[in-house]
């Protein structure tokens, strides 16, 4: 009998996950008449064990992660190979941890509130840095989510133009659970508008060029209505377990 108890874990089914995406990806692209390299796709890497992630980033080309916790990622990212790969922090951030993250990743895509532009602003003009951001809509107006209501966002527009240490590189998105692909669509739909009129927007702080929304059971969808980054979490690496 072969006792094979310490042999490493396959990890083939990343592959092959990913494989299906990126396919998937560049058909949505091209139906909207898009070129499929327009289309980002972070891999979203929360509850994901390192182990896991570098297979990802060495064997299958992912040169985006998502994760939500401050914590988590910093207890991560010293086993993480992320040379040449960029970092998103895509879940809520309090204020007190901005300090801690803001020179370790790339983008903060969860910018949910006027407040919290104001303290990462104030916290990079003292490293001497522009953090990207991109501000996240709370498009269904649900009150257990966080985001900008589209109402209180266009009132803190101009403030947010006058923060000089970050750069709006656009918005994310994470829509309402719908119970029909109409709903969802319409929900996509009003985030491409709203992407659209604030591009065309003369605030000289803003440097739009990302439409962030679409997570593994809608990426397809979020694509034909302009998405251009997908964040993708258990369609690669399957269902989390949640500790
Ligand atoms: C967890 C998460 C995702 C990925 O969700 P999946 O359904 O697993 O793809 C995307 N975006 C955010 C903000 C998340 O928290």
């Not at 499929?36 to 980033?57: G, H, Q, S, Y």
């Not at 951001?133 to 101009?158: C, R």
């Amino acid at each position: 009998m072969i006792i094979n108890s310490f042999s490493n874990e396959d990890f083939s089914y990343i592959k092959e996950n990913l494989k299906v995406i990126n396919s998937e990806i560049a058909e949505a692209a091209i139906q909207s008449g898009r070129n499929p390299e327009d289309i980002r796709l972070m891999a979203v890497t929360k509850t994901v064990p390192c182990d896991k992630i570098n297979f990802a980033i060495n064997e299958c080309g992912v040169n985006l992660i998502g994760e939500n916790k401050v914590q988590e990622f910093l207890s991560k990212k010293d086993d993480l190979c992320l040379n040449g790969v960029e970092k998103h922090l895509i879940g809520h951030l309090q204020t007190n941890k901005v300090k801690k993250i803001i020179s370790q990743v790339d983008m903060i895509q969860s910018v949910d509130s006027l407040n919290l532009a104001n303290v990462i602003s104030k916290e990079a003009q003292k490293l001497g840095k522009t953090i990207n951001i991109l501000l996240e809509i709370n498009v269904g107006n649900e009150e257990s989510k966080t985001g900008f209501d589209k109402g209180v966002l266009a009132q803190s527009l101009e403030q947010i133009s006058n923060l000089e240490f970050v750069c709006v590189k656009g918005l994310m998105t994470i829509p309402p659970v719908c119970n029909n692909e109409k709903e969802l669509e319409k929900y996509f739909q009003v985030m491409n508008e709203y992407y659209n009129e604030l591009k065309n927007s003369k605030y000289k702080n803003f440097d739009f060029q990302i439409l962030s929304m679409g997570m593994s059971g809608d990426y397809t969808q979020a694509i034909r209505f302009g998405s251009n980054l997908v964040r993708v979490g258990s369609a690669i690496f399957g269902a989390r377990k949640y500790k």
